[in-house]
């Protein structure tokens, strides 16, 4: 995600840019910039880093003052954030500048297109084509609204766009496709912004923009919207009634809440790009030679707390799909276990924060005994990623609240294309199989929202048991790892005793923990996938009611066998037993989140806790 911000009115465009972008800054960190028209030209600056490094270029360099700007904070995607990939970009001329949030897909045919025409593409951003091709067709038609409607019918991806012309000071223009845009209306001023937290500090009236949509701000006629093809769009205007604060939660009362309600995007924007029309996987980021990956005869995955929980998964799906052996290890015991490694070891380093440093030093202690190193990171050019041989980046977007929602979601998506990448280059899956399993992930990110839509059930119940000292979590198979995750997210949210089991080792010690009313969380596979593993987790949960239990049954919906042995039962879709994680952690974590909020407990950033654990 990037946070983006337009303005045309009477105010100084730098001052509203500037804050607006502060506003948005939890939406991306990696770089920021702004352009502003100022006599007949355009004056931009940009600077890598947070925001407060372009405040001090503004300081020591200021631009001229205007009334018409853009700006945008960036959340790296395509090219690492340096001052030359950070937005606005330009085109040669220097007349356009735009920034856009999203991912352009097809941005490789159109910049050789456009070097073919004599273009300078210096970046290595997707974003940098659309500032050329704008001002090849606004020197066409002089309309800046028709070039954004002409440009946006040529890409393809998920976008949203802001651009300003040099030739029209008193106009700014939108364009959106599966990214947020949003106008604010003012009395003689317009904004546009990711959000509504951007502007809320200056209107409260707003304007939704529908998809493949392009808005035009002129300083004196206002707003007016149309479809890519030209015609008027009837648009919705709202008033919001957030605080500024809040907005920037988009109205959620946690960032927490707000991302895990992001996960059905952030497992869309994951998966968006990474498969051609043919089903061919193509991780153009795992830049590892496919004969060195023919070659890898163990993976070892390294990863901290919920990372860790994700790689436990990824061990599931690779050794299935690949036939691979696969070792799942605590980053933080990794080295001091003196590990066997050559190098046909391919080391996979999970990490949201891409500096979490026990992960660091295991990568680090890997690539000293000669194994490839590829890294699931969601922070795009932070130390893993650079430090390691390739990197699959997630496309959560900023994980701003400390317990890993979204990222967790989108760290099982990317450990899922790997391994299916591992299986289509060394042959051990074909084509129409890794295309089958695709168009399951693709399905998830509408099963999450299904799932999302019916957690009342479990806020209710989490609050029941705010008073409760200790839950207890089963699972089989893959649904171990979930219930593990499950407990983390509780302990480190309610700070509460919480533990999480293979079912199976229940009667090898912990069943003596059972007693009445004891809340128990049980984490059922899919009877439709392997039903002895079913039919042994149902006898675990009679066996645990049969002591007092009281059961809280994750199961996929149709599971009728369960009903008779739960005491709650929170049901899933049903989904493929592998991919089944992605759907069955979501009311895990609404429970923990509502019973540490029941308990007042501050959500976002728990007691002893940091977002990135940069000691060992
Ligand atoms: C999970 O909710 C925690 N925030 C923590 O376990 C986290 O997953 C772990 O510290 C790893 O962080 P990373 O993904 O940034 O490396």
Known sequence: MCGIVGYVGSQSALDVVMAGLKRLEYRGYDSAGVAVLADGGLATAKRAGKLVNLDKELSEHPLPSAATG???????????????????????????????????????????????????????????????????EYSACADLAEAMRLVCRRLEGAFTLVAVHADAPDVVVGARRNSPLVVGVGEGEYFLASDVAAFIAHTRDAVELGQDQVVELRRDEGVSVTAFDGTPADVRSYHVDWDASAAEKAGYASFMLKEIAEQPKAVADTLLGRVDGSGTLSLDEVRIPAGVLREVDKVVVVACGTAYHAGLIAKYAIEHWTRIPCEVELASEFRYRDPILDQQTLVVAISQSGETMDTLMALRHAREQGARVLAICN??????????????????????????????????????????YLGQVRGTKYGDEIGDVVRDLSGISGAVERVLGTMDPVRELARSLAHKNTVLFLGRHVGHPVALEGALKLKELAYMHAEGFAAGELKHGPIALIEEDLPVVVVVPSPRGRSILHDKIVS?????????ARTIVIAEEGDEAVVPYADHLVRVPATPTLLQPLVATVPLQVFACELATARGNEVDQPRNLAKSVTVE
Do not use: M
């Not at 700006?71 to 790296?76: K, L």
């Not at 795009?380 to 317990?403: C, F, K, M, Q």
């Open 70 to 136: 853009i700006g945008h904070t960036r959340w790296a995607t395509h090219g690492g954030p340096t001052d030359a990939n950070a937005h606005p970009h330009l085109d040669n001329a220097g007349r356009v500048a735009v920034v856009h949030n999203g991912i352009i897909e097809n941005f490789a045919p159109l910049r050789a297109e456009l070097a073919e025409r004599g273009h300078e593409l210096p970046s290595e951003t997707d974003t940098e084509v659309v500032a050329h091709l704008l001002a090849e």
């Open 540 to 548: 675990n949960i009679q066996e645990i009611r049969a002591r007092g």
């Open 379 to 420: 922070t795009n050019g932070s130390t893993i990623p650079r430090e390691s041989d390739a990197v699959l980046y997630t496309h959560a977007g900023p994980e701003v609240a400390v317990a890993s929602t979204k990222a967790f979601l989108t760290q099982l998506v990317a450990c899922y294309l790997v391994a299916l």
